[in-house]
């Protein structure tokens, strides 16, 4: 279920090229909807637009027994060359309980040549690449003659038998849509409901006995913002939920979270049992230990860093974790399975716990709408009130479950009693026996994700800055570095340091560097640099020009350009301090500094200030971010906030020569 590190990585590891695609067959077989749409006249779009959807229509058909056929059309046309990259292609996902019986696809030339491409002609992989094993492959084709001017399209009908009656009809996209469409077809005496995200509700049109349909026209792009929300969350759809009138389907309606998570608890529970394998590893963990919290950290640091992450999902394995004893035999599972075991050996020291299911993007769960749109797994530990230790910041008191503390067993750079970054502030379901509870995880404080910075430097008469640079981390800050440390081998680890020097120095040399406690995750994370800056101080006759702010960017270009259409959204809240010292070249006394500064917004402060003592320039500042939403009528609030952070980062002091 884990989909951390899941970023469509097969997509752009497909190859359409050097797979040998069919150019198309040439016949007049083209279906008349697509030669319609090919026909029709569309709005004028802005001229950076690559392309616009000109149908996508949506037809589902619900079963007596609760199979799902749905056929779905959609026809593209290609404004621009740099199109070809993202929309000269289509791929379906198919799996055990989803099948393919149609595929077709067409290309209509601007000349009105008509080539088409059969589902034989298609290719399959995988359709991602973290899973060990996963029943979710794709089908894709490559148009022919995808160019400017072109109108691409393609219909396919799938059957699946859903494990939840639910859908969504997803008619915003990231390039305009003109026309989209959402037929439905339901048996006698079955119900349904929707709910509308970011859109005003539309009320459908029947078109016969329990069908209806719905239809929405020039809906804009999404537009793709820095820092913004998941588009997911800010793209209008529709969510539909199906009601069978046989009880007998009725498991398969999660009409409320309490059912949902009653539904997911009864995949879970038989999974927890521990066996006797599990119960001699952990009283060799806990062994010699009276200590309740120093218990449960041995067995969620064995979980967390013994148990591999790797992932084996074949049809209801997609949602239901493997049993505890085969994932502690096989030492590797991915989010759910290490979940379920850290629960099993929980229990063996008394102490209870739920799965958690959760989106590792925030705003793509909706609350009013129960459904299983979650793609990870973490755990909620229930805490006696005895254990009370202050660094245990992802708690929670629920007055029905007592104090939940969040752990994420699979991500190995985040300790207990702390939560990744894109899990606070985040809704999860919480799966008991008795119901689930859909819950907001708590947002840490930003004293947990810390940045420290001190530089002892020298600049020379020539203008060269050279020193040493010490960092220390923790939280959010210590687990990013972490990461972007170990994914590389050792002897090429210096090019992480050049890559963030480089966005704040030019001409510069990497002269030493050296990393502490890089794989002690339970301690904080140190950095230390040397670097040589040729050029840094700038000359005009008898003055030195120099920035006091030498490392390090919290300015932002966020709110720079045309006005914003979605929020903000931070990646943690965080203090951050920079104290920087420079010794003057021999000669030279300070003329002018940078005046202080004081920024405040409601989601973050800033305070900086330079000094000379002696003949050292001091430079201190101390950047705070409180909470991470901004919503769009606060915006102008938090860009006199960056504007006044980013002159600050600019701003020069001036040096003169003395007699």
Same mark, same amino acid.
């Given at each position: 279920?884990?989909?951390?590190?899941? %970023?469509?990585?097969?997509?752009?590891?497909?190859?359409?090229?050097?797979?040998?695609?069919?150019?198309?067959?040439?016949?007049?077989?083209?279906?008349?909807?697509?030669?319609?749409?090919?026909?029709?006249?569309?709005?004028?779009?802005?001229?950076? %637009?690559?392309?616009?959807?000109?149908?996508?229509?949506?037809?589902?058909?619900?079963?007596?027994?609760?199979?799902?056929?749905?056929?779905?059309?959609?026809?593209?046309?290609?404004?621009?060359?740099?199109?070809?990259?993202?929309?000269?292609?289509?791929?379906?996902?198919?799996?055990?309980?989803?099948?393919?019986?149609?595929?077709?696809?067409?290309?209509?030339?601007?000349?009105?040549?008509?080539?088409?491409?059969?589902?034989?002609?298609?290719?399959?992989?995988?359709?991602? &690449?973290?899973?060990?094993? &996963?029943?979710?492959?794709?089908?894709?084709?490559?148009?022919?003659?995808?160019?400017?001017?072109?109108?691409?399209?393609?219909?396919?009908?799938?059957?699946?038998?859903?494990?939840?009656?639910?859908?969504?009809?997803?008619?915003?996209?990231?390039?305009?849509?003109?026309?989209?469409?959402?037929?439905?077809?339901?048996?006698?005496?079955?119900?349904? %409901?929707?709910?509308?995200?970011?859109?005003?509700?539309?009320?459908?049109?029947?078109?016969?006995?329990?069908?209806?349909?719905?239809?929405?026209?020039?809906?804009?792009?999404?537009?793709?913002? &820095?820092?913004?929300?998941?588009?997911?969350?800010?793209?209008?759809?529709?969510?539909?939920?199906?009601?069978?009138?046989?009880?007998?389907?009725?498991?398969?309606?999660?009409?409320?979270?309490?059912?949902?998570?009653?539904?997911?608890?009864?995949?879970?529970?038989?999974?927890?049992?521990?066996?006797?394998?599990?119960?001699?590893?952990?009283?060799?963990?806990?062994?010699?230990?009276?200590?309740?919290?120093?218990?449960?950290?041995?067995?969620? @640091?064995?979980?967390?860093?013994?148990?591999?992450?790797?992932?084996?999902?074949?049809?209801?394995?997609?949602?239901?974790?493997?049993?505890?004893?085969?994932?502690?035999?096989?030492?590797?599972?991915?989010?759910?399975?290490?979940?379920?075991?850290?629960?099993?050996?929980?229990?063996?020291?008394?102490?209870?716990?739920?799965?958690?299911?959760?989106?590792?993007?925030?705003?793509?769960?909706?609350?009013?709408?129960? &459904?299983?749109?979650?793609?990870?797994?973490?755990?909620?530990?229930?805490?006696?009130?005895?254990?009370?230790?202050?660094?245990?910041?992802?708690?929670?008191?629920?007055?029905?479950?007592?104090?939940?503390?969040?752990?994420?067993?699979?991500?190995?750079?985040?300790?207990?009693?702390?939560?990744?970054?894109?899990?606070?502030?985040?809704?999860?379901?919480?799966?008991?026996?008795?119901?689930?509870?859909?819950?907001?995880?708590?947002?840490?404080?930003?004293?947990?994700?810390?940045?420290?910075?001190?530089?002892?430097?020298?600049?020379?008469?020539?203008?060269?800055?050279?020193?040493?640079?010490?960092?220390?981390?923790?939280?959010?800050?210590?687990?990013?570095?972490?990461?972007?440390?170990?994914?590389?081998?050792?002897?090429?680890?210096?090019?992480?340091?050049?890559?963030?020097?480089?966005?704040?120095?030019?001409?510069?040399?990497?002269?030493?560097?050296?990393?502490?406690?890089?794989?002690?995750?339970?301690?904080?994370?140190?950095?230390?640099?040397?670097?040589?800056?040729?050029?840094?101080?700038?000359?005009?006759?008898?003055?030195?020009?120099?920035?006091?702010?030498?490392?390090?960017?919290?300015?932002?270009?966020?709110?720079?350009?045309?006005?914003?259409?979605?929020?903000?959204?931070?990646?943690?809240?965080?203090?951050?301090?920079?104290?920087?010292?420079?010794?003057?070249?021999?000669?030279?006394?300070?003329?002018?500094?940078?005046?202080?500064?004081?920024?405040?917004?409601?989601?973050?402060?800033?305070?900086?200030?330079?000094?000379?003592?002696?003949?050292?320039?001091?430079?201190?500042?101390?950047?705070?971010?409180?909470?991470?939403?901004?919503?769009?009528?606060?915006?102008?609030?938090?860009?006199?906030?960056?504007?006044?952070?980013?002159?600050?980062?600019?701003? @020069?002091?001036?040096?003169?020569?003395?007699?």
């Amino acid at each position: 279920m884990n989909r951390r590190r899941a %970023t469509k990585r097969w997509l752009a590891g497909l190859g359409f090229a050097a797979l040998g695609f069919p150019i198309g067959v040439q016949a007049d077989t083209a279906p008349e909807w697509l030669r319609a749409a090919a026909r029709e006249k569309l709005p004028d779009y802005p001229k950076e %637009t690559l392309a616009v959807v000109v149908l996508d229509e949506m037809q589902a058909t619900v079963k007596e027994n609760g199979e799902i056929e749905t056929r779905t059309r959609r026809a593209l046309k290609l404004l621009r060359p740099e199109a070809r990259e993202t929309y000269d292609h289509l791929y379906e996902y198919f799996d055990n309980e989803t099948k393919i019986s149609f595929l077709k696809a067409w290309t209509i030339t601007a000349e009105g040549k008509e080539l088409e491409l059969k589902e034989k002609d298609a290719s399959e992989a995988a359709f991602s &690449s973290f899973e060990l094993f &996963s029943d979710k492959r794709i089908k894709y084709l490559k148009f022919p003659e995808a160019k400017p001017g072109s109108v691409v399209g393609y219909e396919v009908v799938k059957r699946q038998r859903p494990y939840l009656l639910d859908d969504v009809w997803d008619f915003q996209k990231t390039i305009p849509v003109h026309r989209s469409r959402f037929t439905l077809q339901l048996p006698p005496g079955w119900e349904f %409901t929707t709910v509308w995200a970011n859109y005003p509700e539309q009320k459908p049109q029947g078109i016969g006995a329990n069908a209806y349909s719905w239809e929405i026209t020039d809906s804009p792009a999404v537009e793709i913002e &820095s820092n913004m929300p998941p588009w997911l969350a800010v793209a209008g759809h529709m969510d539909v939920k199906y009601f069978p009138r046989n009880p007998a389907l009725r498991t398969k309606t999660a009409g409320s979270w309490s059912d949902l998570g009653a539904w997911y608890s009864d995949l879970i529970v038989p999974q927890r049992a521990a066996t006797p394998a599990i119960q001699q590893k952990v009283r060799e963990l806990t062994a010699g230990s009276q200590d309740l919290l120093a218990r449960i950290r041995a067995l969620a @640091s064995f979980t967390q860093r013994e148990i591999r992450y790797a992932a084996i999902e074949i049809g209801i394995g997609g949602l239901q974790p493997h049993a505890a004893g085969e994932v502690f035999a096989h030492k590797y599972g991915d989010c759910k399975d290490k979940a379920t075991l850290l629960s099993a050996m929980l229990q063996e020291i008394g102490v209870p716990s739920y799965l958690v299911v959760i989106h590792t993007e925030r705003g793509v769960v909706a609350p009013e709408f129960p &459904s299983l749109r979650f793609n990870h797994a973490i755990l909620a530990i229930v805490l006696p009130d005895a254990v009370n230790d202050p660094t245990l910041y992802a708690v929670l008191r629920d007055a029905k479950l007592g104090r939940l503390l969040f752990f994420d067993p699979t991500n190995e750079f985040v300790t207990l009693g702390n939560l990744p970054s894109y899990l606070q502030d985040n809704y999860g379901l919480v799966a008991t026996p008795a119901g689930g509870l859909l819950l907001t995880l708590p947002l840490q404080p930003p004293s947990t994700n810390r940045l420290l910075r001190q530089a002892s430097l020298n600049l020379n008469a020539a203008g060269y800055l050279s020193g040493e640079v010490r960092e220390v981390r923790w939280g959010d800050p210590a687990a990013l570095a972490r990461a972007q440390l170990l994914e590389k081998p050792p002897a090429e680890r210096q090019k992480v340091l050049e890559h963030f020097l480089g966005n704040s120095l030019s001409n510069f040399t990497l002269t030493g560097a050296s990393v502490g406690n890089l794989d002690k995750y339970d301690e904080n994370l140190t950095l230390t640099y040397k670097f040589i800056a040729e050029g840094y101080a700038k000359a005009a006759g008898n003055l030195l020009v120099v920035r006091p702010r030498v490392v390090g960017e919290k300015g932002s270009n966020l709110l720079a350009g045309k006005p914003r259409k979605y929020p903000i959204e931070f990646a943690e809240a965080t203090r951050q301090d920079d104290d920087f010292e420079i010794a003057l070249p021999a000669g030279y006394v300070v003329d002018e500094l940078p005046p202080p500064v004081k920024a405040e917004c409601p989601y973050g402060s800033y305070r900086s200030e330079a000094q000379v003592d002696g003949n050292k320039l001091h430079y201190k500042r101390t950047y705070e971010i409180r909470d991470i939403i901004v919503p769009t009528d606060k915006l102008g609030e938090v860009r006199d906030f960056f504007h006044q952070i980013a002159a600050d980062e600019r701003a @020069s002091a001036i040096l003169r020569r003395a007699n």
